[in-house]
Structures are given as structure tokens and as C-alpha cells.
């Protein structure tokens, strides 16, 4: 099944799935024949976008990969502030409470690493 990937007008990225609905085929007299047909409202979905909105038609396959090229800069550097933080392990936060030299370098690195990306989020996402 396709879907409906396009930008909202306040740049978020969107995905849209239609929705299937299924109905019994009937045959000459009204009796159900046993076999489906299954349709979908992608067309209306399309036509209820606002008017010069683009769009891409993507399969389920396609839309981890457009969704992740069009995640706004902000919450790309949210992401990496908390992959930063999960690095911070609690056996590492220990020895630098400890005075471990390594483990205090490693947290004092990852804390400006952190630092940094929290200045780019509170300018935007901007470089």
C-alpha cells in the first residue's frame, strides 16, 4: 500500500496512510459471489491536501527512509543529545564521582559534545 508523504505548511514532515475498505463482490442477482475487492481512499486523501502542497507517494517500505530525511534539524540534535546521555552509563557516572581521571574525561567530553548541541537547538537547529 502507498502512502502520502509531503510538508505541512509549518515544515513538519507528514505521512498519511489511506484507510482499506473491503466489500463483497455480489453477483447478478445481489448474492455475494465469495470473492472481495479491497479499495482505498488515497485519491481523497490527495485531493484534501491544501492547494500546491507536493507530495510523494511512498510504499511502507520506502517511509523510514523519507521520514528520516526530512526530520527537522531540531529533533535530529534532540535525538543526538539523548543517545549522547545514554552513553553516560552509570558505572562511568560512579567513577567519575569516585575521581576516576578516565571516567571524568569521558563525562567532561560527552558534556561539552551535549553543550554544544543544546546551543544549536536553542538557535533553531541552525549551524
Keep these: 500500500m502507498q502512502g502520502i508523504a509531503y510538508i505541512t505548511s509549518k ?7 489511506p484507510a ?11 448474492m455475494p459471489t465469495g470473492k472481495t475487492e479491497t479499495t482505498n481512499n488515497l485519491q481523497e486523501l490527495v485531493a484534501a491536501l491544501p492547494p500546491g502542497t507536493e507530495y510523494t507517494l ?4 520506502e517511509a523510514e527512509g523519507w521520514w528520516q530525511a526530512h526530520i527537522p534539524a531540531r529533533e535530529k540534535i534532540i535525538s543526538a543529545i539523548s543517545a549522547l546521555e545514554a552513553r553516560q552509563t552509570p558505572r562511568m557516572l560512579r567513577g567519575a564521582a569516585l575521581g576516576n581521571p578516565e571516567d571524568v574525561e569521558r563525562i567532561a567530553n560527552i558534556e561539552a559534545e551535549i553543550t554544544e548541541l543544546r546551543k544549536h537547538v536553542a538557535n533553531g537547529g541552525e549551524e
Excluded: K, S, Y
Design 58 to 61: 511512498v510504499t511502507e517500505e
Design 20 to 30: 482499506e475498505t473491503t466489500t463483497d463482490i455480489l453477483d447478478a442477482d445481489g
Design 11 to 17: 515544515g513538519n514532515p507528514r505521512l498519511t496512510w
